[in-house]
T-cell receptor, first 111, second 111 residues
Framework: GQQLNQSPQSMFIQEGEDVSMNCTSS?????WLWYKQDPGEGPVLLIA?????ELTSNGRLTAQFGITRKDSFLNISASIPSDVGIYFC???????????FGGGTRLMVKP | NAGVTQTPKFRVLKTGQSMTLLCAQD?????MYWYRQDPGMGLRLIHY???????AKGEVPDGYNVSRLKKQNFLLGLESAAPSQTSVYFC??????????FGQGTRLTVV
């Protein structure tokens, strides 16, 4: 089946720093999704990407759909303590009825 | 608008006991999913449904059964719980576009 590999697995940064994480796959995806999971909560959708090369922003978050359609990147600018959590990339299969998730990037922010 | 609601939120079972987790969504979504989340392994799909009366196996279906008798409800059953089923379980739903909405999770411990 399809697999998504996220890196890094965890990051510990200083408040105010920029953050970059990525997600790669051996197969092509037609949609990339980025989710954030706060401690003790379910994942919440941050950004959805639908076209190769697309760059989309949501506040301090920016995500890009890789040209090869096998990768995606998420950047967070000027991190704040509430950015702490686990960030997941996800993509649907061709039929659109199954969503595969990466293993997540755990972000920790030091005030 | 409650979104996706999971019950119970916490449960402790003895090995061999059975239980049912309930997921209810009030968004008229066709697609519903059950995932389990284990440390370092991201979210893995157990079973899913593409509409009322339908179910299908996901990535890790063994030991679980599901039913979708009503469009708004998706039930996950454990017939004979095992310690390996200790996990956090998430239900999700969507309309057909892959942006899934998640519940808050059920933390299950099997002793």
């Amino acid at each position: 089946g399809q697999q998504l590999n996220q890196s890094p697995q965890s990051m510990f940064i200083q408040e105010g720093e920029d953050v970059s994480m990525n997600c790669t796959s051996s197969s092509i995806f037609n949609t990339w999704l980025w989710y954030k999971q706060d401690p003790g909560e379910g994942p919440v959708l941050l950004i959805a990407l639908y076209k190769a090369g697309e760059l989309t922003s949501n506040g301090r978050l920016t995500a890009q759909f890789g040209i090869t359609r096998k990768d995606s990147f998420l950047n967070i600018s000027a991190s704040i303590p509430s950015d702490v959590g686990i960030y997941f990339c996800a993509g649907p299969n061709n039929a659109g009825n199954m969503l595969t998730f990466g293993g997540g990037t755990r972000l920790m922010v030091k005030p | 608008n409650a979104g996706v609601t999971q019950t119970p939120k916490f449960r402790v079972l003895k090995t061999g006991q059975s239980m049912t987790l309930l997921c209810a969504q009030d968004m008229n979504h066709e697609y519903m999913y059950w995932y389990r989340q284990d440390p370092g392994m991201g979210l893995r799909l157990i079973h899913y449904s593409v509409g009322e009366g339908t179910t299908a196996k996901g990535e890790v279906p063994d030991g679980y059964n599901v039913s979708r008798l009503k469009k708004q409800n998706f039930l996950l059953g454990l017939e004979s719980a095992a310690p390996s089923q200790t996990s956090v379980y998430f239900c999700a739903s969507h309309t057909g576009k892959p942006e899934a909405f998640f519940g808050q999770g059920t933390r299950l411990t099997v002793v």
